[in-house]
């Protein structure tokens, strides 16, 4: 194994000492081995990890050390705000304690505690995962990001963050926070760095002895500083390091030089800053298109299905017979299809075209 160069396509001014470079193995494919993976600086990961002590959020689930209830709280914080899934997450833990507990439930408790969080197809994933834990782990959560990612509902981040914060084995949980704060300290204003390569820098920028604070750390920081369209690096402990926040200083330190070369006597507003800020980098523009209302979604009619279902008493079969919402009966039996396809209802046909649906007991 060589050591090389950074690849120009994540190297950062060497004088500012933003990272360090250490060699990355042979690959077997035949590319050239002369590459070298990017590692955050140790004194980078100090300043992000005393930022996170001081400013980290104190989210309800981030009390526990319990491989369970992280789980849990990692499959509730997927598509959904972690401080919303927290308050969600201490009423599911008072109804199932632990992994047997949640495994010797019905799917219908189960989705009746889930009920709010929505996404309902992660309550069922977590109730077949809980079933494998006590099945094939004796009612403990594995500790192997490979044992983890091979059940229901936990995919590549999931199983690195219950490995982390749980095992305090140092891998890096790359989600979408965590893939903006690295990309951008790492590939600056485009922030464009391929996924295996950013997955190589996450696990590598793991300090050993603290992976859950580090995991815990990175994501605060991007869900509350390194935002997607307006990013705070001012109040950045990371922008020291970061060609995200140098390309922007050195860009308006340029500028402002430009100005005062046109003359001491020149008027301030002469520096032109809208020059600044056209120039300056800037996070990626994102392009939204309009939305249709919520209560014209299919999502939101499979909410209100669901909702009926979990009104009554579990064994109870609804009929669904008309309309809900705006949505004429042949959406809703097309929707009451999907949702027994997802696992989510149990389905009884009938001759006069009714469909009469309940939640899964089984």
């Not at 500028?255 to 001491?264: I, L, M, P, T, Y």
């Not at 299809?337 to 075209?353: F, K, N, T």
């Amino acid at each position: 194994m060589r050591a090389s160069h950074c690849p120009a396509a994540v190297e950062v001014v060497q004088r500012r000492d933003i990272l360090r470079c250490m060699p990355r193995p042979e690959r077997t494919s035949g590319a050239s081995a002369a590459h070298a993976e990017p590692a955050v600086a140790t004194a980078l990961r100090d300043a992000i990890l005393a930022w996170y002590e001081e400013r980290g959020r104190p989210l309800a689930f981030r009390r526990t050390a319990d491989p369970y209830a992280i789980l849990v709280a990692e499959a509730m914080a997927q598509q959904t705000q972690a401080a919303r899934a927290a308050a969600y997450w201490e009423r599911f833990i008072a109804r199932f304690p632990t992994a047997d507990d949640l495994a010797a439930a019905s799917p219908a408790d189960v989705l009746r505690e889930w009920a709010g969080l929505g996404y309902d197809r992660r309550a069922v994933a977590l109730w077949r995962a809980a079933r494998i834990i006590v099945a094939r782990h004796g009612g403990r959560v594995p500790s192997s990001v490979d044992e983890l990612q091979a059940l229901p509902g936990v995919g590549p981040y999931t199983a690195r963050a219950v490995a982390a914060l749980a095992y305090g084995v140092p891998v890096g949980a790359v989600d979408v926070n965590v893939r903006r704060v690295l990309g951008r300290i790492v590939g600056g204003s485009a922030g464009i760095v391929p996924a295996a390569d950013l997955q190589m820098i996450a696990d590598a920028a793991v300090p050993a002895e603290r992976p859950a604070a580090w995991t815990h750390a990175v994501m605060d920081l991007g869900a509350t500083l390194c935002k997607p369209r307006s990013p705070h690096c001012g109040d950045c402990p990371a922008a020291r390091w970061c060609r995200f926040a140098i390309e922007a200083a050195d860009t308006t330190t340029r500028v402002s030089d430009a100005a005062a070369a046109r003359g001491a006597d020149a008027h301030p507003a002469d520096a032109h800053p809208a020059d600044a800020r056209s120039a300056a980098p800037r996070a990626p523009r994102i392009v939204r298109e309009r939305r249709a209302p919520f209560a014209t979604t299919n999502r939101w009619l499979r909410g209100r299905i669901l909702d009926r279902l979990r009104a009554v008493e579990d064994g109870r079969w609804v009929d669904l017979d008309g309309e809900i919402g705006v949505h004429d009966h042949a959406r809703v039996l097309l929707a009451v299809q999907a949702l027994s396809g997802d696992g989510l209802v149990e389905v009884e046909p009938r001759a006069d075209g009714i469909v009469r649906a309940r939640l899964p007991l089984s």
